[in-house]
């Protein structure tokens, strides 16, 4: 089977679930052409209504360099109308230029985050109970092979593999993973208490009455974690975060955060700290946690400058600033979701009601 037919048919099929009559948006760039219309036509197959949606190189810098602030605020209605009756949502990343926004001033970028917050509220909380599902994912392009430091060529090879498509059956592999989750999900989803130990970190927060999800390829493709939303007021001591955190194209790199009651009382960056504390600021839940998460995916090894993977990096954990998800539990809103990440694999450890449950990267249960 073509790479490209294989990988469409795990995004329609099996993250999906797309079924007879469903609306299904399939929102991308141009680049990803063979993907793009490999899940098209897949969707067709299943007697869905795929409705496509294709982005142009340039699109977003215009908009943030010409849009006046009653346009930065402007949802559009037909927009609206999508998230209220779309079925499925496929995302396919294929960026040209990863620092497109770079430049941008991060006042408009939290102005927008703010304005959409009712879309990504609604598409949340539509996929907990049930009445939406979504997935994203990346095709290779030059911009992210050369942000990851490789060639193409070594690029496509990773994220295939990060994905399991060079497999026969890729889906049977995501079970899989997925069932050998299902045990630390069941153990976390009776602890009250989780206090991360490590450099320059020291941070306590409460889980109780939390869910853990376990991902295993349904939202996210390739996927490999599990997570919660913590609660609220719950986080207290500091936290020290030495992979580099992108967001819209910034960079900021050595974040240290100390938490008092749940919130960021003071948070520094080794680089990009204005950008960072901007984005933080764009509105109250901003500063508190809207995500706790373990990375458990062994083929992503190494930070690559792509939050869908480098998220997923096995041995890491990685918290969230800003919206939590309902179907945790969470009840953090904001216009903010940036995930940042650890890396666990020395020195480190994690204690589940004072019980030692995860130490340099690995889960001793």
């Known amino acids: 089977m073509n790479i490209w037919k294989k990988y469409a048919k795990v995004l329609v099929e099996y993250s999906t679930g797309v079924k007879k009559d469903d609306l299904v948006i399939i929102s991308s760039d141009i680049q990803a052409k063979p993907l793009i219309l490999a899940v098209y036509e897949e969707v067709l197959q299943k007697g869905a209504h795929p409705i496509l949606k294709l982005g142009l190189e340039g699109q977003k810098e215009i908009y943030f360099k010409t849009a006046t602030d009653e346009q930065l605020d402007f949802i559009d209605p037909f927009i609206r109308m ?14 040209y230029n990863l620092k497109n926004l770079a430049k941008t001033p991060p006042g408009k970028l939290a102005k927008r985050s703010a304005a959409t917050r009712p879309l990504s509220e609604k598409m949340l909380s539509r996929a907990a109970e049930g009445s939406l599902s979504w997935v994203i994912c990346d095709f ?32 049977e592999k995501w079970k899989e ?74 960079e900021a790199q050595g974040i240290y955060l100390r938490f008092e009651k749940g919130k ?7 680089k990009g700290e204005d950008f960072f504390l901007k984005m933080i600021d764009q509105d109250e839940g901003a500063r508190y946690l809207g995500e706790f998460a373990f990375g458990t995916n062994d083929m992503i090894r190494e930070v690559t400058g792509n939050i869908l993977f480098d998220e997923k990096i096995g041995g890491s954990i990685h918290l969230a600033l800003g919206s939590s998800y309902p179907e945790t539990g969470g009840k953090n809103t904001s216009g903010l979701h940036w995930d940042i990440i650890k890396n666990m694999k020395t020195g480190s450890k994690v204690y589940a009601d004072g019980e030692l449950i995860y130490e340099n990267g690995k889960f001793l249960m």
């Open 82 to 95: 999508e998230y209220d009756r779309a079925d499925k949502f496929i995302a396919i990343g294929a960026p």
């Open 140 to 171: 290779p392009t030059n911009a992210l092979a050369q942000e990851a430091k490789m060639s193409i060529f070594d690029y496509e090879e990773f994220l295939l593999n990060a994905c399991y498509l060079q497999l026969d059956d890729p889906v």
């Open 177 to 250: 993973i997925g069932k050998n989750q299902d045990s630390i999900v069941d153990r976390l989803n009776g602890v009250k208490k989780i206090r991360i130990v490590g450099e320059k970190t020291g941070l306590a927060l409460s889980t109780e009455g939390r869910k853990w999800i376990n991902c295993c390829g349904s939202n996210n493709f390739p996927d490999g974690e599990v997570f919660t939303s913590p609660v609220e007021d719950s986080a207290e001591g500091e936290i020290y975060f030495d992979f580099p955190a992108i967001y819209r194209g910034n």
């Open 264 to 270: 960021v009382v003071h948070a520094t960056a080794e």
